[in-house]
């Protein structure tokens, strides 16, 4: 078997779907985004002015008990103005409950605390109105098989049908180890491209993970699928592993500002990958338990090894 060597996809055994300007697996176009419309939003009618509200009183707030709305008390003999008003007391609501005089249609207040209809109220007290949420158990997520079995129990099966950087996060997940990929492929230039730090780097390698490990990427969607593809779940249970290997990482780095900047090697540092040997190293030692040996094991088996088996 000949292999093609591809700068984004490694190498490639010639005669397989991915050679070509235009791998098979990208083409399904992405469809555009339709931005929703507006929402029609129309204010409630206000008060003009000089109106008082539905069932107010114009004449301002209604006095004190004994107190006259005209005014001191006239003249003996005098009969300008009128000391109290009769008829029921009317609120904002229509005239008052109990009062003679109230209409039996009156409207009646909500009681308090209760939302209107239209309004924002709050939660119901009753928790049992909402299904039950269960909180996500993190505690092992993305980290590698425990006991990892990268060393007790090494596998050497690679799917030689698929690119290179493909069987390689297949192999590292068959390994027990996701995250091993991962950390591998910030050392590979094709898969970190112009960037030159960490933050942007992971950035590249999930979106090569969204590509090149997606069920629906895969090529079991062709009319003919080629020998040797794995199944259909087996590309779902190795792109959720390798997504929740980035987002352990992701959760490592956001523990110290200065993580997201560390420099890649890139023509003009100087330090080369000493800043990204550290990092990782620092990461693989804070999983539990430490797996920095298994990841070198797996690392050098994969760039020493194997490239050297499919190239002679």
Not at 7 to 29: C, K
Request: glycine share 10%.
């Amino acid at each position: 078997m000949t292999w093609y060597y591809d700068a984004s996809l490694g190498w490639i055994p010639n005669g397989s779907p991915f050679v070509g300007a235009v791998p098979l697996l990208f083409t399904n176009p992405v469809g555009a985004y339709v931005a929703p419309s507006k929402w029609g939003f129309k204010a409630p009618p206000g008060v003009r002015a000089g109106q008082a509200p539905s069932g107010g009183n114009p004449a301002g707030p209604a006095p004190a008990s004994g107190g006259n709305p005209a005014g001191p008390a006239p003249a003996k003999g005098g009969n300008v103005g009128s000391s109290r008003r009769s008829g029921p007391k009317r609120t904002a609501w229509g005239p008052e409950a109990g009062m003679s005089g109230a209409s039996s249609s009156s409207y009646t207040p909500p009681a308090a605390g209760a939302p209107r209809v239209g309004s924002v109220g709050g939660v119901p007290a009753d928790p049992l109105d909402y299904a039950p949420v269960v909180d996500e158990d993190t505690s092992r997520k993305g980290q590698p098989a425990k006991p990892c079995t990268a060393v007790s129990a090494f596998k050497t099966l690679v799917h030689f049908g698929l690119p290179e950087r493909v069987a390689w996060g297949f192999w590292a997940c068959l390994n027990g180890m996701a995250l091993s990929w991962v950390c591998s492929m910030f050392y590979d230039p094709g898969v970190t491209d112009t960037s030159t730090t960490l933050s942007a780097g992971i950035k590249k390698v999930r979106n090569m993970i969204r590509i090149s490990f997606h069920p629906d990427k895969s090529p079991n969607n062709l009319a003919v699928v080629p020998a040797g593809t794995p199944s259909l779940e087996a590309y779902t249970m190795v792109f959720r592993e390798l997504t929740d290997a980035v987002w352990l990482f992701e959760s490592f780095m956001s523990m110290h500002p200065t993580s997201s900047v560390t420099l890649f090697f890139r023509d003009g540092n100087t330090m080369n990958t000493y800043p990204l040997d550290t990092f990782l190293t620092a990461f693989l030692q804070w999983i539990v338990p430490p797996v920095i040996d298994a990841h070198s094991k797996l690392h050098n088996w994969w760039m020493e090894d194997f490239l050297s088996l499919i190239l002679l």
